[in-house]
């Protein structure tokens, strides 16, 4: 089986417009009419990820299939955020599961087991797209996940995210994510915030340690 972000090859059959595995169902019954779909799902071939979306069964589990379907879901708004952004940017200390998706505040879609949803508005300068997907900039995700997340976790994602960028332009990302988090993040629960920034210097990457902040 061979599969790009453009197709996958199952069979002796060509499926376009499909995302690491991921397609809606709708593409799929205006490519191979409803009951060739049908057949492919009896046979395994393609799985159901959900009422619009199904996926190549081969690659189910795999992170890349797992989020493109979660957008598909989620619609064309939608965004990768939290966890998963912070993975798709090369925080490998993120979880792969479940996906979490950011949608518009009326959208109305529930989480579920395998798809965490939050409802808030992005703005577009900060979404980007990584491997045909649209993603939540680091700098905003860092930001919120600095403030929610459990404090080891997000300690070592913000130290992965400080060591992949350049050692000048540490200080930058460090503090643009510290005002980000100041400026536009709350607790989950009002006056509940875990623990506050000022944890962050013990960060290895962080640039206090070189004596920069």
């Known amino acids: 089986m061979l599969s790009s972000a453009s197709g996958t090859l199952v069979g002796m059959l060509t499926y376009d417009g499909g995302l690491h595995g991921a397609y809606l169902r709708s593409d799929l019954v205006r490519q191979l009419g409803p009951h060739r779909l049908r057949v492919e799902l009896a046979d395994g071939v393609l799985s159901p990820f959900a009422k619009n979306v199904v996926v190549d069964r081969a690659q189910a589990a795999a992170f890349h299939t797992r989020a493109a379907a979660a957008l598909l879901y989620?619609?064309?708004?939608?965004?990768?955020t939290s966890h998963t952004a912070l993975r798709l940017h090369g925080c490998t200390a993120a979880d792969v599961g479940p996906i979490h998706?950011?949608?518009?505040?009326?959208?109305?879609?529930?989480?579920?087991?395998?798809?965490?949803?939050?409802?808030?508005a992005v703005a577009p300068e900060d979404?980007?797209?990584?491997?045909?997907?649209?993603?939540?900039?680091?700098?905003?995700?860092?930001?919120?996940?600095?403030?929610?997340?459990?404090?080891?976790v997000a300690l070592a994602c913000l130290d992965q995210a400080l060591a992949a960028v350049a050692p000048d332009d540490r200080w930058?990302?460090?503090?643009?994510?510290?005002?980000?988090?100041?400026?536009?993040?709350?607790?989950e629960v009002p006056g509940e915030r875990r623990w506050s920034w000022s944890w962050l210097p013990a960060c290895p990457s962080h640039p206090s340690r070189a004596g920069w902040w």
């Open 172 to 187: 930058t990302c460090a503090r643009g994510s510290h005002d980000c988090c100041t400026r536009d993040v709350t607790p």
């Open 101 to 120: 998706v950011l949608v518009p505040a009326e959208r109305r879609l529930r989480s579920r087991a395998d798809v965490a949803v939050r409802r808030a």
């Open 127 to 152: 979404v980007e797209e990584i491997l045909g997907m649209r993603v939540h900039n680091l700098l905003p995700t860092l930001a919120e996940f600095i403030c929610r997340e459990r404090p080891r």
């Open 74 to 80: 989620a619609g064309p708004e939608a965004v990768l």
